[in-house]
């Protein structure tokens, strides 16, 4: 993929905002069932002194699983999948269908080499940052879904659906509120794309330089786990506050969510989640990237027949 410098011209950018897609909806399918635990244990707040001694609902990856599974049914672990295949197809297309051509513009067409990795990081920033404000109301609806817990009987549903819930906001809350969380939303994007991106392309050109190691699965393999554990060490305290940003309406900009979960909650609420958050990421690395380089390779085919 992005260390093979043979192939920036061999593939198109419809070809590759296609793969990349395919490949980010694919990943998301598979490992959403993380991503929902991850957001609520995000969401869960410490209980405050008077509040009884109640144990948190939520405790740990797995047991958070076992218990959205239990008390919502299976089908709860992949609420926000609509939104969150309509987030894949605009952010996943467009961060790695542009990362390339981003790339080759900071350094220039003529350049010959390996490319520097801060350039590879300033590409990964910039591609992060223009999709994700593009596909920010899908993120944001796809989080409230995911947010939404089992309900007390005779409560309804906040939001009937996906659509319904981009629906629901735009008229209790304005167009405006679909870019609810922008600010920490672009930070965390581009800080986990340039992680992501940037950290697959010079794991995967440094592997390749070491003797008896091919461009193949093994080396996609390894390159999307590094990307996936860099990606969540650097991108977890912004996670944080865009999901409970996102998820709680109670915070009124990104510095009041920072400066109240420091807090209510102590720094280390900014690393909630975090085992759930890197088996999501460095597992959705691992697929994204594994099927992408093999949908590139079907795409070049088809193009050079």
């Known amino acids: 993929?992005?260390?093979?410098?043979?192939?920036?011209?061999?593939?198109?950018?419809?070809?590759?905002?296609?793969?990349s897609a395919f490949a980010a909806c694919f990943a998301?399918?598979?490992?959403?069932?993380?991503?929902?635990?991850?957001?609520r244990l995000q969401l869960q707040k410490k209980a405050v002194a008077g509040e009884g001694l109640a144990l948190p609902k939520y405790r740990g990856m797995l047991g958070t699983v076992a218990t959205i599974a239990r008390e919502e049914g299976l089908s709860a672990l992949w609420k926000g999948i609509v939104p969150g295949l309509h987030r894949q197809c605009l952010f996943g297309g467009?961060?790695?269908g542009l990362y390339e051509p981003v790339k080759t513009y900071y350094v220039?067409?003529?350049?010959?080499?390996?490319?520097p990795l801060t350039k590879k990081i300033l590409a990964a920033l910039t591609t992060g940052?223009?999709?994700?404000?593009?596909?920010?109301?899908?993120?944001?609806v796809k989080v409230r879904l995911q947010a939404e817990g089992k309900l007390p009987l005779g409560v309804p549903r906040r939001y009937t659906g996906a659509l319904n819930a981009y629906s629901t906001i735009v008229r209790q809350e304005g167009v405006g509120a679909l870019w609810t969380g922008l600010g920490p939303n672009i930070a965390r994007n581009a800080i986990i794309n340039a992680a992501e991106l940037a950290s697959y392309d010079q794991v995967k050109?440094?592997?390749?330089?070491?003797?008896?190691?091919?461009?193949?699965?093994?080396?996609h393999l390894l390159s999307g786990l590094g990307a996936g554990f860099f990606a969540v060490c650097i991108g977890s305290p912004v996670d944080v506050v865009k999901s409970r940003m996102m998820g709680d309406s109670a915070y009124k900009s990104t510095l009041d969510c920072f400066i109240k979960t420091l807090k209510n909650d102590g720094p280390l609420a900014f690393y909630k989640g975090f085992i759930p958050n890197f088996g999501r990421l460095g597992s959705w690395n691992v697929i994204m990237f594994l099927t992408l380089e093999q949908a590139k390779k079907f795409v070049r085919s088809l193009e050079s027949s």
């Open 1 to 19: 993929m992005v260390a093979d410098a043979k192939a920036k011209s061999d593939i198109s950018f419809a070809g590759t905002f296609a793969s």
């Open 28 to 39: 998301e399918i598979c490992t959403i069932p993380l991503d929902t635990a991850k957001v």
């Open 94 to 96: 467009l961060r790695i």
């Open 129 to 140: 940052a223009l999709a994700i404000t593009v596909a920010n109301p899908t993120d944001l």
């Open 108 to 115: 220039g067409s003529d350049f010959v080499g390996d490319v």
């Open 205 to 219: 050109q440094t592997i390749l330089k070491i003797p008896g190691f091919t461009d193949n699965v093994v080396t």
